[in-house]
């Protein structure tokens, strides 16, 4: 995927472009308005990470500027802003999501994954890996043409991991996706470990190969081994 | 006690002990003045009786007197003093016995000693004072009716502009930008507190502004450190050449990391809540929300063992469903986190209240528990949540309740208000 980051904050645009690069994507950056507009304008990219608080100009604009380009490029807006207005004012202008400051780079990564298959596949919504082809549309996995029967949070976990392949993926990270970050959880992400647990068990009876691996007790890795 | 009637209730005693002491000397002066007279007048009598027997040589005929008795008695031995005091008498004409003042001298008629009684009426002094003293009651009552009805009337009205002014003050909200309310008057302290509160008004606007701006900005600010935080952190998870103690030691930064990230998120929110920044009210379909949240903390209630009942009516609740969804968060948190290992949690909803009652440790801090940042000694929370949930019910006018008894603790969302 070809992406381009829009963020002022030097270390966290650093943090962002060393999680993206890899894999085959090709990533850009603009730390101002004005570099990011001239970018969009000649330019086309599977997912803009767009910052709203950005030198030089309101990032809503730049919405703006898409809309009127009639570009179909994705939009994911982060936002040190947690208000309800703003997100509501960013998906109006035509944004595919929202994200709020702080969050885990593993979570960036799935939805912008998310944005850009609903944006290229045009509904046809498949991950291959491997031997495994997952459905997202249709929440199927089958791994060498064996369908494995997912309950609704393992499937969430899985594409979870699809999205962030050959990386740490931390608990806290998993449980915030899976549960939605508003959630008092407890600081014991124990439960998650059931999840993994049964997810891991049924890929391995139907067949694929053993992708998880357990990392420092912080979190999991799922990825070529 | 209100000033008016304070006031008034000083003026009135006042008034009553005035009149009554003036009252008890017009009686005492008056009724010694008119004594004086009819003793003037007996007097007069008795030198007249003293001329005529001096002229004479004989007593004159009582019946020759008007308005006055005579009596003589004629004395042997025991001559009395002359002497004035009050008597009743009969009177012939008006039939029937009246008070009088008498004189008690003696005259000597041919060298006998003779006791001359001089009585006169007292009824015309008498009807004097009496008609003094009701006019003097009369006064009084028509002074103290006076009083009441000013106080009723004519205070009332020159108070109201304050009265305007102190629901001005009740209901003042350092969030809204109204004016306090006013009355025109001409009365000068009047206007004078009118200026004076609103000037305070204004400068604790300004200040709640300024302090506002700043934690806004300070929250902003704190949250791009953060982020940075963060994103390093998974940075350098993913470098993966970790020994098992560095991998535990990253474990507990992380923990702190997300404790200071819902820390933070709580803190705006709780500022959100109280600035009522969130608008988006829409009825909510509670018994569907609640059973969502059901299902989503199962995996919750599943580790500590907990039962979960429930006993759902359809309620429709007008609110944000952002709020609604944290309040339901956040009471059912706080149900599974100072539950006990294998205890219950029983949800009850109709359309008067939504009561959450947990088993748990029996006896932590009543009262306190909406406080921010209170909580018993072993929690893992930040102690915001429930002073979140409560935050959420002032808004929208709901009572939250929260009790404990045996081990039972129960929180009740009464919707009424």
Redesign the interface.
Known sequence: MKILVIED?P??LE??L??FTGEGNICEHASDFASASEKIAVYSYDCILLDL?LPGGEGLELLTKLKKLKKRDGVLIIS?????DDKLAGLDLGADDYL???????ELKARVSAIVRRKNFDGDNVIHFNEMIVDVAAMKVTVKGNQVVLTK?EFDLLVYFLSNRN??V?K??MAEHL?G????????F??IY??VKNLRKKLLEAGAADYLRS?????Y?FGDI | MKLANRYNRVNILTSIVVLAITGLIYYVVIHFILTEKLDRDLVVEENEIRQYVGTFHKLPLPASYLDQQIAYKNLSTHIPEREFLYTSYYNPKEQENEPGRSLITVVYLNGKAVEVTITKSRVESEDLVRIILLITVGITLILLLSLLLINRFVLNRLWRPFYVILNGMKSFEVTRMDAIAYEDTPIDEFNELHQSVNAMAERVRNDYKELKSFTDNAS?EM??P???????L??L??T?S?T?Q???L??DV??A???L??LH?SL??LAKIENN??P?LQEIDFKEMVAVKGR?FQ??F??DGLSLTTDLQAVEIKMSR?LA??LL??LF?NA??HNVSGGYIHVKLDPAALVISNSGKPGNGQGKVFDRFSKSADS??MGL?LAITKQICNLYGFRIHYAEKDGKHVFAVHFAG
């Open positions: 904050e270390a966290l943090s962002m060393a999680y608080g040190a802003r947690h208000s309800l709020v400051k702080p969050f885990h780079l593993s949070k990386k740490v931390t806290n990270a549960w970050d508003e959630m008092d959880l407890s600081d014991d124990d439960f059931t999840h990392v420092y007790g912080i979190g890795k | 902003h949250m791009t953060l982020a940075v935080i963060n994103s390093k998974d940075s998870l993913q993966e970790f098992a560095q991998g535990a990253l474990a992380y923990h990391t997300g404790r990230s819902r998120q705006l929110l920044l969130i988006d989503q995996e919750l599943e580790k952002y969804d944290i968060n956040n948190s599974v986190r893992e929370g949540g």
